[in-house]
């Protein structure tokens, strides 16, 4: 009876928790309110504005609900978040609200020939990162205004092909936004180069997409605003650099995951990539955490959206300043914080990780199993460093790190089979043969997690609090990505240095008997 008392009450906390979400969401976002009319899709139909293209087609909302994941803190937005906390760097410290266009009022009017005019555009200013996330209604894209690859091609088909041919480039216009007939703003940019200076500025990113994107957006009266198709649901435009690398790629995740927070959407979006890029395994990862990924070159003609945001560049997050910058933070359980707010810590990083485990509907809460003799089962899970083919213009040769790699596994290997006080199982981390899903479960179910400094390493934001990280660092990659994302999360940290690139595996088992006596073997 206790139980369901408890149960009813967390029901009841989450309904009332959702219910002010969508008001939020719904009461900020003007563009669902309005009432169809000659000028306005129906929110569940399109039909094209193309004498060519008049089938009606059902668009039902797809988008995948958010789950409940433990470590979940509001993302409510707080104009006094402390400049150098760490909500601030890692949770919603986009706290300066900047309107480049709001709504005409002809919108709550009925329109009658041309009306329209709803077009709305603003962004969210991160002070601490030097950052915006932006988002925009009634905004339509050109593909054929982009000059790019066309992407999502197999990797195969597309071998030497130039990185400056997957980037985009667009010319103006590429992307507008409707407004009334008689706007003054008919034909003009959205944002001067003053404002992205100030709020998109450049700094050492050579390459700032996410601006030259915004640079490109014009003003367009109701009447022009014609479009193939209608995209209904939120959707997220991203622009990856290094779309092959795991930590840059995880930097693109949580870049887009922050983005669907800060500004509040009910459910998990769609993804576009406003790139040229070819397909990867990581895909697989994107397609499971958010609700369905498209290229903008697979759109023919204008294509409109709703809802678009545009998400940061990786390399706006903390997870990649904080390679450079200091950034003084710690990794807490999010039930401490809710109960003792602190600055200096945060659980964002274990939420973020939690939602690639829900997205794989792995579970959030796992615990260590017990053999048949009373003995506790512990993974240690060794990643490990093998060739594979990453991009178009990759040899498939991977630089090795750990020069006797293959020695340290089999000495681990033989010493966990003569290990008495817990069972141990050695996983052999061949990530280059494994799904995304088989590589993000591995990291969960590793109570120790070995390998040498590599991308693969950065799986550990999806590890479970009692993990520990054994980190083997040669003297040329002694740089802090790992130990970092350990201190954010609030993971157990222990590197061990090596003159070269060659480890003891006589040293590495000691370190790793030491991390396991802490663990009760």
């Known amino acids: 009876m206790k139980m369901n008392t408890k149960s009813l009450k967390l029901l009841i906390s989450l309904f009332i928790l959702n219910s002010i979400t969508l008001y939020l969401y719904f009461s900020s976002h003007p563009d669902y309110f309005r009432r169809p009319s000659s000028s306005t899709p129906n929110p569940h139909h399109f039909r094209s504005s193309f004498p060519h293209h ?18 979940y803190l509001p993302w409510s937005l707080t104009p006094n978040t402390p400049f150098t906390s760490c909500e601030a760097y890692f949770g919603n410290g986009f706290t300066r609200s900047l309107h480049l266009l709001k709504p005409s009022p002809e919108i709550y009017r009925k329109s009658g020939k041309g009306g329209g005019g709803g077009g709305w555009f603003r962004c969210f200013y991160s002070q601490t990162l030097r950052s915006s996330i932006c988002e925009g209604g009634r905004m339509r894209m050109h593909p054929d205004k982009i ?14 092909r130039g990185e400056e041919e997957e980037l985009p480039e667009f010319e103006s216009g590429a992307f507008d936004l409707e407004v009334g007939e008689k706007s003054k703003s008919v034909g003009k940019k959205l944002a001067d180069e003053g404002f992205l200076n100030e709020f998109l500025q450049k700094g050492q990113i050579s390459r700032h997409t996410m601006r030259e994107l915004i640079e490109s957006i014009q003003l367009i009266g109701a009447n022009e605003f014609e479009c193939s198709q209608w995209i209904e649901e939120p959707t997220l435009l991203v622009t990856r650099f290094e779309y092959a690398n795991l930590f840059h790629t995880v930097t693109d995740w949580y870049s887009a995951y922050v983005s669907s927070r800060v500004t509040g959407l009910p459910n998990r979006p769609q993804v576009v990539f406003v790139d040229g890029h070819c397909m990867t395994p990581l895909e697989e990862t994107w397609k499971a955490v958010f609700s369905g990924l498209r290229y903008a070159k697979n759109f023919s003609g204008p294509v409109c959206f709703r809802h678009a945001i545009l998400s940061p560049l990786g390399y706006e997050t903390a997870m990649f300043k904080g390679l450079s910058e200091d950034i003084d933070c710690y990794g807490s359980p999010a039930h401490d914080l809710w109960q003792n707010p602190d600055e200096k810590k945060t659980a964002r990083i274990s939420e973020f990780g939690e939602m690639i485990r829900a997205a794989f509907a792995l579970p959030l809460q796992r615990h260590h199993q017990n053999s048949k003799s009373g003995t506790r089962n512990h993974n240690i899970l060794f990643v490990r460093r093998e060739d594979y083919l990453a991009h178009p213009r990759h040899g498939g040769k991977v630089q090795s790190r750990l020069s006797n790699e293959q020695e340290v596994f089999d000495a681990l290997k033989s010493w966990s089979w003569n290990h008495t006080d817990c069972k141990l199982n050695l996983i052999n981390g ?31 934001v999806s590890a479970t609090p009692e993990a520990e990280i054994l980190e083997i660092i040669s003297n040329e990659f002694r740089r802090p ?11 157990k940290y222990h590197p061990i240095y090596l003159g070269g ?9 000691e370190k790793l008997r030491d991390i396991l006596k802490s663990l009760g073997c």
Do not use: C, Y
């Open 54 to 71: 008049t089938a009606l087609v059902s668009l039902p909302n797809s988008n995948k609900p958010w789950p409940i994941l433990p470590s």
């Open 147 to 160: 000059k790019m690859s066309i992407g999502g091609e197999e990797l195969e088909s597309v071998i030497g």
């Open 501 to 509: 690139s060659h480890a003891n595996p006589t040293m590495v088992i």
């Open 481 to 491: 990505h790992f130990a970092l994302i350990s201190r954010w999360k609030g993971l």
């Open 430 to 460: 061949l990530f280059g043969h494994m799904s995304m899903k088989e590589q993000v479960r591995a990291i969960q179910d590793a109570s120790v997690i070995v390998g040498a400094h590599g991308a693969g390493l950065t799986h550990i």
